[in-house]
């Protein structure tokens, strides 16, 4: 289908929901639509969409409120969990959260404007949050068809509509547990399409060379294994995959390590002990260190209240750098174009667990819900995430030494040989052609 009819639609909830959808930007001759934004959002409608966010970022934060934090979060954290997968089961009954989002659809006509502004429009909708696909999908316009991203490793049954058996949704699963869990939620297996997560194509390259990618994670290699433990056991295949001659003998000696910030807000005053902990490091040079603020001023201006006080403000520009913009887009093309020198990327298990599809090593920083915790869980399974062996306060000892027996460059290898990396590019072919084919080879998935 031609760009001009095709249209992504995001919520900011978070950043998850919008960096999924910034990714698939270049399939859409139009802006990114971000519903609930006032831009696009009658004052009506925007009060439910804030009522919702306050809730979320709520949620968020609760978990570091000392001695409460957990009992207040138990309430929304069940309408939430994830049943186990085994015994495998009928879940296509709708639980709570179904019936209270399709009340608010039917009652309180969440999303009624961003229905009439599509109206007798042939259009293709690429959704990055459930209930934009779940209220649209209700509407029996004929010239419109719906595919919805799944945007974590599994999920709650709300992704998937009250009566999943009527739902023209097609649903695009970044891995093969979101496909087996939509089977169990009711939706019917021909309209799932494993294409995995769609990451930043200026991060790959060319979806038959990878290019950008192959480079990078060979530089990152090199700095990630000094002592060449892990090139001892896997030099042959790196050497392969990678088109690459031989090891140089000469490397830099640096570590790039990326600690990013929730969308919430969440876990900034861990920021303070690494800070602590990486002093001298990042004064030498030993470690550059990216700090990943987001959207939100008052994160950005806790880092640097943080530096401040460890008296780095010489190292800003050198081996120390907050990547922040107030403008949502802007952040993550700042992003992006970071993540090219990080050899480590330590974060709670969020979407950006995908992004270990790259070849960066996941370090896993305490996850926030069940879907996080479900995500550190898919990470281990395939060896792409590490659970920090220490707290923050000795990340100066613990980090050095998993990069010294190897370990990092093995989550980073595992992390590119099982992780699919090309959504992008096999959602824009999906959307062009209709056309879809599952790969198993760790170049064409």
């Known amino acids: 289908m031609e760009g001009d009819k095709v249209r992504v639609i995001t919520v900011l909830m978070g950043l998850g929901h919008v960096r999924a959808a910034y990714a698939l930007g270049k399939i859409s001759r ?6 609930g934004s006032r831009a696009v959002t009658p004052s009506r409608e925007r009060k439910i969409w804030k009522r919702i966010k306050r809730i979320y970022y709520f949620v968020s934060r609760a978990g570091d409120i000392p001695l409460i934090g957990k009992w207040v979060l138990q309430p929304m954290l069940f309408l939430q969990r994830i049943p186990p997968y085994y015994p495998i089961k009928d879940y296509s009954r709708p639980t709570a959260a179904v019936r209270y989002l399709d009340r608010l659809i039917r009652k309180k006509r969440l999303c009624d404007a961003l229905i009439d502004r599509y109206r007798g429009r042939e259009m293709n909708f690429v959704h990055t949050f459930y209930a934009t696909a779940i209220a649209m999908d209700l509407e029996t316009e004929p010239a419109w068809t719906h595919y919805l991203l799944i945007t974590d490793s599994d999920f709650n049954r709300v992704w998937v509509p009250r009566i999943p058996q ?20 009711g939706v019917d297996p021909g309209n799932i399409f494993l294409t995995g997560f769609p990451l930043p194509v200026e ?16 530089r990152r290699l090199l700095r990630l294994d000094p002592t060449c433990k892990f090139f001892s056991f896997h030099q042959k295949s790196v050497l392969y995959w990678l088109n690459k001659k031989k090891i140089p003998v000469q490397r830099e000696r640096h570590l790039n390590l990326m600690f990013a ?6 876990q900034t005053r861990m920021v303070e002990t690494i800070l602590a902990s990486l002093h001298r490091k990042i004064e030498s040079g030993e470690v550059r260190l990216y700090l990943s603020a987001g959207i939100q001023k008052r994160v950005f201006e806790a880092l640097t209240a943080y530096i401040h006080m460890q008296n780095l403000e010489d190292q800003l520009g050198k081996n120390l750098h907050i990547i922040f913009d107030l403008q949502v887009y802007e952040y993550f093309r700042k992003f992006n174009r970071a993540l090219r020198e990080v050899d480590v990327l330590w ?6 667990s995908f992004y270990c599809g790259l070849g960066i090593p996941i370090l896993i920083a305490p996850p926030v819900g069940t879907h996080e915790e479900l995500n550190a869980r898919w990470l281990a399974e395939i060896h792409a995430g590490i659970v920090p062996p220490g707290g923050p306060q000795t990340v100066d000892q613990w980090l ?21 990396k090309l959504g992008a590019y096999k959602i824009q072919k999906l959307l062009e052609t209709g056309k879809f084919d599952e790969a198993f080879h760790p170049l064409e998935q």
């Open 30 to 35: 139009e802006d990114i639509l971000i519903y």
């Open 166 to 185: 009527d739902t023209k949704i097609k649903f695009l699963a970044p891995n093969t547990q979101v496909k087996n869990r939509l089977i169990t939620y």
């Open 203 to 218: 991060n790959i390259g060319s979806a038959d060379g990878l290019d950008i990618l192959k480079e990078d994670l060979w």
């Open 261 to 266: 910030i929730g969308g919430a807000g969440v």
């Open 347 to 352: 974060t709670k298990p969020s979407e950006l």
């Open 400 to 420: 050095f030494d998993l990069r010294d027996n190897g370990r990092l460059a093995e989550a980073a290898w595992d992390g590119f040989l099982k992780s699919r």
